[in-house]
């Protein structure tokens, strides 16, 4: 399956139905009041995060998720049937962006952690709730609240415990396929490690005879200006900001880097990157050690024994000749048992969006010697009401009065007796009637 960390789509809530405008109609009752039912909520779209999913590569096929629309209300008053939540499932340490502002909204880190992104809209009240000892049979229902519609960008996050880092064939990808049952892609030139590997790695028995076991994460490999974005920078660096160790590969034949310089390279990129990621506990492990003499191996562990900070260790093996693992192995569950568990926390800011259902806002053009008015609020009051019903329209104008259509409609320049067109029916402009 291909690994796919980073996209960018839609999605749209379900608007909630029309009320409705009904009588009741009943043997013995002539004079039955108003029965209309209300609409049903539209379904809301959320996020879950499920451990079963480790890619977003479904996102990438579907651009444009929508949920369902609430049902109108009926006669009698019937209500409309809500429709379900669009639930979208995405992998555990996916971070959820407004596409528009960047912020992150959501942090879907453990199973089955939810986010609503788009609330369902409100079904619309039924002419039966507007009756009243002063209104015994009110000619109107409301319209059905309108879906919201965005667009996220979804951030794969890996979380493992440990992260292999270092430049590319430092021999990470050789070291995890030994040290786990993960196959990655070997090979001997840079970048040959494209998309994230995982593998359990089994540690010492417990004393209780239980299994002991961390999940290793090899990313691929940085090179300078990584914080930058360069090579597959920003693609490593957010796949290391949620492991709680990590284990800083050299390669110590030196063919390709010198051991310090690539060292101290990679150091520099993770402080650039972030504080927080240049201050995670490190282990640094020199490669490769059955390509050089032993007295070169002796002399680099000195050499970086003086420049690492106090307390890190720094070990040597071979991947290929299987030497130093199991001190490696040892070391690496030693230091985690003392360890809290740590998680990233992104900083999130309120999601005002996900139930933002104000559509007020309207245009008007003059065209064709009329005014045409658009707007989400302006035409779906207009659909939901009767133009042949005089209280209808009369509660209408009141409504586009608060919301300023008429003045906005004198600062366009019309005059009493104009042409005003909203959702193709044709009105009078008015100002005493609408003002």
Known sequence: MKFIDNVTFEIESGSGGDGMVAWRREKYEPMGGPHGGDGGKGGSVILEASEDLNTLLEFRFNARYVAKDGVNGGPKGKHGRGSDDLILKVPCGTVVRDAETGEAVADLTHPGDTAMVAQGGRGGRGNMRFSSSR????????????????????????????????????????????????????????????????????????????????????????????????????????????????????????????????????????????????????????????????????????????????????LAISAVAKQGLEELRHAVFALLETMPPQETVVPLVEDTKATNHDDSEFEIEFEDNAYHITGGKVERLLRATDPRNLAAVHRLWNIYKAMGVHKALARAGAKEGDTVIICGDEFSFAPEVMG
């Open 135 to 314: 209104r015994q049979a009110p000619q109107f229902a409301e319209p059905g609240e309108p879906g919201i519609a965005r667009r996220l960008t979804l951030e794969l996050k890996l979380i493992a415990d440990v992260g292999l880092l270092g430049f590319p064939n430092a021999g990470k990808s050789t070291l995890i396929s030994v040290l786990s049952a993960a196959k990655p892609k070997i090979a001997d030139y840079p970048f040959t490690t494209l998309t994230p590997n995982l593998g359990m790695v089994k540690g010492p028995t417990r004393p209780d005879g239980s299994e002991n076991g961390v999940l290793f994460a090899d990313i691929p490999g940085l090179i300078e200006g990584a914080s930058e974005g360069h090579g597959l920078g920003h693609d490593f660096l957010r796949h290391v900001e949620r492991t709680r160790l990590l284990l800083h590969l050299v390669d110590i034949s030196g063919i390709e880097h010198d051991p310090m310089d690539a060292y101290q390279l990679i150091n520099l990129e993770l402080a650039r990157h972030s504080r927080s990621l240049s201050e995670k506990p490190q282990v640094v492990i020199l490669t490769k050690m059955d390509t050089v003499d032993e007295a070169v191996v002796a002399d680099w562990q000195q050499q970086f024994a003086a420049k690492v900070p106090a307390g890190t260790q720094v």
